[in-house]
């Protein structure tokens, strides 16, 4: 126990309350996996205790024979550990319950795993409306949203911590889960089924806004991109819809319409790039564009090998694109 | 043979002593040189290799684990490319589940257990030779795959279709399925080797109800290994055919099903634990009641406990799958089945517990092992309660919660027995006894890293990280305790290299040992340390749980065996009264050789289909030598007055 004390108040104080962390208890799922978290660690913690004290006081206690009452403690052992199992299967029944109920609104995002990215639609009743994005995530507070969860190549898993649990992204099949966020404020997701080389570098942010700035966030991300404003830009603009850049890549009201890689409509208004590989600054940028295979070896984005100049008209430009 | 008496064709009072050991060593010897090195069936002479092997690829594995400590020890760290990062956590796990743990259990009992039933060698022992040889050949080639960089990158779980053709080309994959291959024939020849030992080669005496405990653990985890291994026998099958051959099982555009891999996977990879942690509940039972001086309390509890956990072992395997997307209600009976296993692992804690309580404990190495395994495993298997509770288990799935309830389980529930066992075994099969203060310095090396190693990685999980990341970023409260983590690994590997070196040491130069060091209950200690090649002169005959402690001036002793030819006395399965005299068989190189062809057939079969084909040819004639009929060999049956 001497060990197992300090780290326990720790999680039970909720020290931990990082951006991707279960505790964080920013939805209604995390809210009640805090609680029956709570509830076993509780129990489990006192079913250690009791295990140790049998195990300390059979070691030090003076020896007697006594067969017969170890014998009764026998049965009120597997009683006792048996009413308890009954408890907790039902606590964790109710919990599973309750997370499913949510009632389900309107709301519904789809969104597609990649080797490694997260491609990520915002369905409307009116086809024009339907917003795609990529490795980002905003969500109303206070609204049930149902995620529908593909896969376009190998299984990943969907979790945000803060949010709720996980659910897996599996080829071939479509699986969905609800999460009502109610907590304000920027969380971060990683995928947690390993699905190759670059499985540590497939995270997304996810930004929990009151529903007014959610609904202009999604007004202002139907807009087309940004139009080149500047010559910098301008040359950068030229560069992204005429060469590589393209091919793979989608910028809304430009000629770069590429659908297999993610989305850049709005990419500077994102909080990372790379799948949440590097902070969204000009220097990462730079350093992105210039070598993708340093920070991310391994990922589909090829080094194009940019002239200076060119390098520094492609950052311009893509950092306009708010 | 023509040197002695031919009267005297069996023992008994008028064969006995120097003339008995003489002629038995004639009968159970083998060639002398490297032939006859190669071609052995003692079952004590493969037990040591089968053990030397599984720790050496345990060395293997934990270096890797040390790899990943370091690359992990800071955030962004650039020590291990993520390719690599990939191969080494891959070949950790896949080493250690199947080339480590599954096989030193194995090991163990291979050597101890015909001397705790007290017979000569276990049943089909040319076929026991087999099994080592396919072992090693399977280890031999991930290893040499790895080291030439071919090295296996999906995982010890190959989930599909990952793992599949489009998204791991090359041999990298293929090697690691075919590993498989090469483990489940060694796995299942063992099983089959000592199910029909334990049920038919027991002492005279020795019923059911007085067989010592971890022989009943032997017994369910070899039944559990046949009723298992088929299963990822066949997922890996039909992997390599998807990755040979272009057929579709898991490849979900051609009307195949990814999840099908992971059912079969976990319907073999959960009852996988508990063949890991059931022979280790054996060895704690075995120690404990050594080292309390008194019979485990509640030998049908524990008995009846390994058979609840046995059944339930195989009702368990969804709890992997929660995140999958399955019927939620479907959910709650695996729930419910895997939290169900606490009842039984609880009622062998109570047990032990009880039974350092009601004996007179003396605190020897073993023993101290046996309580570092309580105050750990306990633990984790109380993180398994929390990890079977759907609402939990998907927050917690997959991060390094998980990654420290597993090793609480098997290193804290299987490695710390483990220990403690070949400590207490180990002036049995080397006739000296390994150093106590040395063993103390290992224990409290090895306890203190485990735990300062593991235990932060129940925060680390709680606070957000995956497992199976080559690197992670700074900022999300993960460095610090992931740097306490690789620091408790570099003590967790010194407390091994200490260990180890005590074991080489003692070896050498330990104490001698005598026939019962410990003054132990079991029939292993009746004969002398190390054992003869034919284990005992006279077998023993047992009419108790505890016969060398109830028979202090000197075992009861059946005769009438054979000493001219190897033969074993089979015994009735429940109760076991002699029933007939079998013969087992010579040693030959046969095995050795039917080994390398199946195992040239299986290498070569990762390449092209047609390997099998043209395997068949050597392998079938390999076999037929093996299995030619042998009666022509066994001197006539001497006439009986």
Redesign the interface.
Same mark, same amino acid.
């Given at each position: 126990m001497r060990?197992?004390a300090p780290?326990l108040m720790?999680?039970t104080l909720g020290g931990?309350a990082?951006?991707?962390?279960?505790?964080g208890a920013a939805g209604r799922?995390?809210a009640?996996?805090a609680w029956?978290?709570h509830v076993?660690?509780i129990v489990?913690v006192a079913?250690?205790c009791i #295990?140790?004290a *049998? &195990?300390l006081?059979? @070691?030090v206690?003076r020896?007697e024979?006594?067969?017969a009452a #170890?014998?009764t *403690? &026998?049965l009120v052992? @597997?009683a006792l550990?048996?009413l308890t199992?009954v408890g907790?299967?039902l606590?964790?029944?109710l919990?599973?319950r309750n997370?499913?109920r949510a009632p389900r609104t309107g709301l519904t995002i789809e969104i597609t795993a990649h080797?490694w990215w997260w491609d990520v639609r915002y369905i409307a009743s009116d086809p024009s409306m339907t917003l795609r994005t990529s490795n980002e995530l905003h969500l109303p507070a206070g609204t049930p949203v149902r995620i529908v969860l593909k896969s376009a190549?190998?299984?990943h898993?969907f979790?945000i911590?803060n949010l709720?649990?996980?659910?897996?992204l599996?080829?071939?099949?479509s699986?969905?889960i609800v999460v009502t966020p109610e907590k304000v404020g920027v969380y971060?997701s990683?995928?947690?089924?390993?699905?190759?080389?670059?499985?540590?570098h497939m995270a997304f942010d996810v930004t929990v806004q009151p529903r007014e700035a959610f609904e202009q966030w999604w007004k202002a991300g139907l807009l087309p991109a940004h139009a080149p404003a500047t010559s910098v830009e301008q040359a950068g603009y030229t560069y992204v819809t005429t060469r590589e850049c393209s091919t793979c890549h989608n910028v809304t009201g430009t000629p770069a319409s590429g659908q297999v890689a993610p989305d850049l409509t709005h990419f500077a208004s994102r909080l990372s790039i790379g799948a949440?590989t590097y902070p969204m600054d000009r220097g990462h940028l730079a350093a992105w564009l210039a070598d993708p295979q340093d920070a991310k070896?391994?990922n589909k984005m090829p080094v194009i090998g940019l002239e200076p100049a060119e390098l520094r008209a492609v950052s311009a430009y893509l950092e306009s694109l708010k | 043979m023509t040197d002695f008496d031919p009267d005297l064709a069996r023992d008994g009072p008028d064969l006995t002593g120097k003339e008995l050991h003489d002629r038995l060593i004639v009968a159970w010897g083998r060639p002398r040189g490297l032939v006859g090195w190669l071609s052995t069936t003692d079952h004590k002479e493969i037990g040591k290799r089968y053990l030397v092997t599984a720790f050496a690829f345990m060395i293997l594995a934990g270096v890797l684990a040390l790899a990943m400590r370091a690359q992990l020890a800071r955030p962004e760290s650039g020590l291990i490319t993520p390719d690599r990062y990939n191969q080494i956590f891959t070949m950790h796990g896949t080493t250690m589940m199947f080339l480590f743990a599954v096989p030193v259990m194995e090991a163990v009992a291979i050597y101890v257990i015909p001397l705790m039933v007290g017979t000569r060698n276990l049943a089909f022992s040319r076929l026991n030779a087999f099994s080592y040889w396919m072992y090693l050949f399977g280890g031999l080639m991930l290893w040499i795959a790895f080291a030439l960089n071919v090295g296996p990158d999906a995982g010890w779980f190959s989930y599909t279709p990952l793992s599949g053709p489009q998204y791991s080309p090359g041999k990298r994959v293929d090697i690691w399925a075919q590993m498989i291959t090469f483990t489940e024939v060694a796995g299942l020849a063992a099983a089959v080797v000592m199910v029909a030992t334990i049920l038919k080669q027991r002492a005279p005496g020795m019923t059911l109800a007085r067989m010592p405990l971890f022989v009943w653990a032997m017994l369910i985890v070899s039944l559990m290994i046949i009723f298992a291994l088929p299963a990822v026998a066949l997922d890996s099958a039909m992997l390599l055919s998807d990755r040979l051959v272009g057929t579709h099982f898991f490849n979900p555009y051609e009307r195949g099903d990814a999840l099908l891999w992971q059912h079969l996977f976990w319907f073999f990879g959960h009852p996988e634990v508990y063949i890991i942690f059931l022979p280790a509940t054996g060895f704690v039972s075995e120690m404990t009641a050594t080292f309390c001086r008194r019979p485990v309390f509640g030998y049908p509890a524990v008995v009846l406990s390994l058979i609840a956990t046995g059944l339930l072992a195989f009702g368990l395997w969804v709890h992997h799958m929660f995140a999958t997307g399955l019927p939620r209600l479907g959910y709650a009976f695996y729930t419910a089945a895997s939290m169900t296993v606490a009842i039984p692992t609880g009622i062998q804690i109570f047990c032990w517990i009880a039974t350092i309580w009601l004996g007179r404990p003396r605190y020897r190495v073993p023993l101290l092992w046996v309580i570092g395994f309580v105050v750990s495993f306990v633990v984790g298997g109380l993180t398994g309660v929390m990890l079977a509770s759907v609402p939990l288990d998907l927050e917690l799935h997959d991060t390094y919660f998980v990654v420290a309830h597993f090793h609480y389980v098997l290193i804290g529930g299987a490695v710390f027995p483990l220990l403690g066992a070949v400590t207490y075994w180990f002036p049995k099969a080397t006739g000296r006894l390994m150093s106590e203060s040395w063993g103390k310095v290992s224990f409290a090396l090895v306890f203190g890293g485990f735990h300062l190693t593991f235990f932060p990685m129940h925060l680390t999980g709680m606070l957000g990280m995956p497992r199976r990341v080559y690197t992670y970023p700074a900022g999300m409260g993960w460095d610090t305790l992931n740097l306490i983590s690789s620091l408790g690994s570099a003590i967790l590997a010194l407390g091994f290299v200490v260990f180890l070196l005590n074991a080489f040491r003692s070896f050498r130069s330990g104490e001698p040992a005598g026939a019962d060091p410990w003054d132990a209950p079991g029939l292993e200690w009746a004969t002398s340390s190390p054992p003869a090649v034919y284990n005992f002169a006279h077998l023993p005959s047992v009419a108790s749980r505890t016969p060398l402690w109830d028979e202090r001036e000197g075992l009861p002793v059946m005769t009438g065996l054979r000493v001219d030819a190897r033969e074993h006395l089979l015994t009735s399965v429940i109760e076991a009264v002699p029933s007939i005299r079998e013969p087992s068989p010579k040693p030959t190189i046969w095995p050795l050789l039917s080994a390398i062809a199946i195992g040239i057939t299986f290498v070569g079969s990762v390449f092209t289909p047609w390997a099998l084909a043209i395997g068949l040819l050597p392998a079938g004639a390999a076999l037929t030598a093996w299995f030619w009929p042998k009666n022509a060999d066994i001197p006539p049956e001497p006439e009986i007055d």
């Amino acid at each position: 126990m001497r060990k197992l004390a300090p780290p326990l108040m720790l999680l039970t104080l909720g020290g931990c309350a990082g951006r991707q962390a279960m505790l964080g208890a920013a939805g209604r799922d995390s809210a009640l996996f805090a609680w029956l978290w709570h509830v076993f660690l509780i129990v489990t913690v006192a079913f250690y205790c009791i #295990v140790i004290a *049998g &195990l300390l006081w059979a @070691v030090v206690r003076r020896r007697e024979g006594g067969e017969a009452a #170890v014998r009764t *403690g &026998l049965l009120v052992w @597997v009683a006792l550990i048996s009413l308890t199992l009954v408890g907790l299967t039902l606590a964790s029944w109710l919990a599973d319950r309750n997370m499913n109920r949510a009632p389900r609104t309107g709301l519904t995002i789809e969104i597609t795993a990649h080797q490694w990215w997260w491609d990520v639609r915002y369905i409307a009743s009116d086809p024009s409306m339907t917003l795609r994005t990529s490795n980002e995530l905003h969500l109303p507070a206070g609204t049930p949203v149902r995620i529908v969860l593909k896969s376009a190549d190998v299984i990943h898993s969907f979790w945000i911590p803060n949010l709720s649990g996980k659910q897996d992204l599996i080829p071939g099949r479509s699986n969905d889960i609800v999460v009502t966020p109610e907590k304000v404020g920027v969380y971060r997701s990683q995928c947690a089924e390993y699905c190759g080389v670059q499985h540590a570098h497939m995270a997304f942010d996810v930004t929990v806004q009151p529903r007014e700035a959610f609904e202009q966030w999604w007004k202002a991300g139907l807009l087309p991109a940004h139009a080149p404003a500047t010559s910098v830009e301008q040359a950068g603009y030229t560069y992204v819809t005429t060469r590589e850049c393209s091919t793979c890549h989608n910028v809304t009201g430009t000629p770069a319409s590429g659908q297999v890689a993610p989305d850049l409509t709005h990419f500077a208004s994102r909080l990372s790039i790379g799948a949440g590989t590097y902070p969204m600054d000009r220097g990462h940028l730079a350093a992105w564009l210039a070598d993708p295979q340093d920070a991310k070896p391994g990922n589909k984005m090829p080094v194009i090998g940019l002239e200076p100049a060119e390098l520094r008209a492609v950052s311009a430009y893509l950092e306009s694109l708010k | 043979m023509t040197d002695f008496d031919p009267d005297l064709a069996r023992d008994g009072p008028d064969l006995t002593g120097k003339e008995l050991h003489d002629r038995l060593i004639v009968a159970w010897g083998r060639p002398r040189g490297l032939v006859g090195w190669l071609s052995t069936t003692d079952h004590k002479e493969i037990g040591k290799r089968y053990l030397v092997t599984a720790f050496a690829f345990m060395i293997l594995a934990g270096v890797l684990a040390l790899a990943m400590r370091a690359q992990l020890a800071r955030p962004e760290s650039g020590l291990i490319t993520p390719d690599r990062y990939n191969q080494i956590f891959t070949m950790h796990g896949t080493t250690m589940m199947f080339l480590f743990a599954v096989p030193v259990m194995e090991a163990v009992a291979i050597y101890v257990i015909p001397l705790m039933v007290g017979t000569r060698n276990l049943a089909f022992s040319r076929l026991n030779a087999f099994s080592y040889w396919m072992y090693l050949f399977g280890g031999l080639m991930l290893w040499i795959a790895f080291a030439l960089n071919v090295g296996p990158d999906a995982g010890w779980f190959s989930y599909t279709p990952l793992s599949g053709p489009q998204y791991s080309p090359g041999k990298r994959v293929d090697i690691w399925a075919q590993m498989i291959t090469f483990t489940e024939v060694a796995g299942l020849a063992a099983a089959v080797v000592m199910v029909a030992t334990i049920l038919k080669q027991r002492a005279p005496g020795m019923t059911l109800a007085r067989m010592p405990l971890f022989v009943w653990a032997m017994l369910i985890v070899s039944l559990m290994i046949i009723f298992a291994l088929p299963a990822v026998a066949l997922d890996s099958a039909m992997l390599l055919s998807d990755r040979l051959v272009g057929t579709h099982f898991f490849n979900p555009y051609e009307r195949g099903d990814a999840l099908l891999w992971q059912h079969l996977f976990w319907f073999f990879g959960h009852p996988e634990v508990y063949i890991i942690f059931l022979p280790a509940t054996g060895f704690v039972s075995e120690m404990t009641a050594t080292f309390c001086r008194r019979p485990v309390f509640g030998y049908p509890a524990v008995v009846l406990s390994l058979i609840a956990t046995g059944l339930l072992a195989f009702g368990l395997w969804v709890h992997h799958m929660f995140a999958t997307g399955l019927p939620r209600l479907g959910y709650a009976f695996y729930t419910a089945a895997s939290m169900t296993v606490a009842i039984p692992t609880g009622i062998q804690i109570f047990c032990w517990i009880a039974t350092i309580w009601l004996g007179r404990p003396r605190y020897r190495v073993p023993l101290l092992w046996v309580i570092g395994f309580v105050v750990s495993f306990v633990v984790g298997g109380l993180t398994g309660v929390m990890l079977a509770s759907v609402p939990l288990d998907l927050e917690l799935h997959d991060t390094y919660f998980v990654v420290a309830h597993f090793h609480y389980v098997l290193i804290g529930g299987a490695v710390f027995p483990l220990l403690g066992a070949v400590t207490y075994w180990f002036p049995k099969a080397t006739g000296r006894l390994m150093s106590e203060s040395w063993g103390k310095v290992s224990f409290a090396l090895v306890f203190g890293g485990f735990h300062l190693t593991f235990f932060p990685m129940h925060l680390t999980g709680m606070l957000g990280m995956p497992r199976r990341v080559y690197t992670y970023p700074a900022g999300m409260g993960w460095d610090t305790l992931n740097l306490i983590s690789s620091l408790g690994s570099a003590i967790l590997a010194l407390g091994f290299v200490v260990f180890l070196l005590n074991a080489f040491r003692s070896f050498r130069s330990g104490e001698p040992a005598g026939a019962d060091p410990w003054d132990a209950p079991g029939l292993e200690w009746a004969t002398s340390s190390p054992p003869a090649v034919y284990n005992f002169a006279h077998l023993p005959s047992v009419a108790s749980r505890t016969p060398l402690w109830d028979e202090r001036e000197g075992l009861p002793v059946m005769t009438g065996l054979r000493v001219d030819a190897r033969e074993h006395l089979l015994t009735s399965v429940i109760e076991a009264v002699p029933s007939i005299r079998e013969p087992s068989p010579k040693p030959t190189i046969w095995p050795l050789l039917s080994a390398i062809a199946i195992g040239i057939t299986f290498v070569g079969s990762v390449f092209t289909p047609w390997a099998l084909a043209i395997g068949l040819l050597p392998a079938g004639a390999a076999l037929t030598a093996w299995f030619w009929p042998k009666n022509a060999d066994i001197p006539p049956e001497p006439e009986i007055d």
